[in-house]
């Protein structure tokens, strides 16, 4: 099995991004084209917005035009191609892939590749936008910078390839960018009320800068800012302002843990405007084969986490070391007096009085196991215990028994 932790070797030369940046070679680190449309573009945008008066009408339209951007990203570049999780007739995955484009955030293609990768290798050296290069880098430093394609090695991309609206776009991108980037809002705010600074500066690059910055979240705020119900075995994360800023991506551990779910959330309280705009073109007829993981299996992930947070060894068990030491007939005795209920398994003494009001099945089975060695009766002679029960056992361990017989 392919270590994920470590690109793989071949006998190719060595990637630029794998060598030491110096002063030769640090031109050949960047990516040019993502500097350009994520940094230069943006930040002359927002330069002349102190010199370009701000519209009502042009605002309104930017914000509108913002959200058929964001949705084209989230529904469409996303949930859609990157994870399949519903089917779209043709109309609609043209309209998509056009809005998409405005978000200026690369061709169908590479989207879905680099986010398939994030998936697969999350958390690791090749995952694109690992959380463990720090949340700066994976907002939107590994944009401009290069990456070595072995990265990809092993995504199923064939969909994607045999997609004819994928391939459309890829083809005319650069057109289709510039057109609706800066010439679609241009014209609509110039020939609509006059305003064609302000189309081109407010509702195209500072509207496209807009929409960039909320994608990106997803990328960092989703992997460091919230709550993981459902797996943590990695950075995902849960929070109400991610998806707030992200028109609903923000529910992110579940997300990971159930991607191809058109849904980002289970919960119908959850905000998630994006599910709601597929579940509408599903009503219109423009989506179809819409995929819902069931609640059973939902629920049993969220219990399944649950025990695992409450057993968790390293914030609840007690030590071994530093327990003191207790003979075999000292344990009996105090176990004996009344005053502690005092229980030997696998030569460790527990007080379990704070737990039989709790017992799962009853304090009478513990009453009968006091000043006992009930080893056996706890590792499966009567009942297999869970790893949960085993965690909340270590949690009440006193001392370590002597001579047990």
Known sequence: MEEINTLPDDNQKEHVTREPMTRRNW?????????????????????????????PKTFIFAV???HFSGFSITAGYHRLWAHASYRATTPLKVFLAILGSSAGQGPIEWWVRSHRTHHRYTDTAKDPYSAHKGLLYSHMGWILFRRDARIYHGIDM????????????RR?????????????????????????????VNAGIVRMFAVQQATFCVNSLAHWMGDQPFNDRNSPRDHLVTAIITLGEGYHNYHHEFPTDYRNGADRWQWDPTKWVIWLWEQMGLA???????????????LRQAQTNQASPSDWRVPLEGLPSLSWKDYIVQARDGRRALIAIDGVVHDVSSFMPDHPGGSQLLEDAIGKDATELFTGGVHLHSRLAHNKLATLRVAIAREVP
């Open 27 to 55: 031109y050949q680190r960047l990516d040019w084209w993502g500097i350009i449309f994520t940094m230069v573009v943006p930040l002359y945008g927002l330069y002349q917005v102190r010199r370009i008066p701000l519209h």
């Open 64 to 66: 509108v035009f913002g």
């Open 158 to 169: 064939s969909d994607i390839n045999n997609d004819l609206v994928v391939r459309w776009q």
């Open 172 to 200: 005319y991108y650069g057109g289709i960018l510039l057109a609706m980037v800066f010439l679609f809002p241009t014209a609509v705010c110039g020939l609509g009320w006059g305003d064609w600074k302000g189309g081109f």
């Open 288 to 302: 179809y084969d819409l995929k819902r993981f069931s609640t059973h299996d939902v629920d049993k992930c969220r």
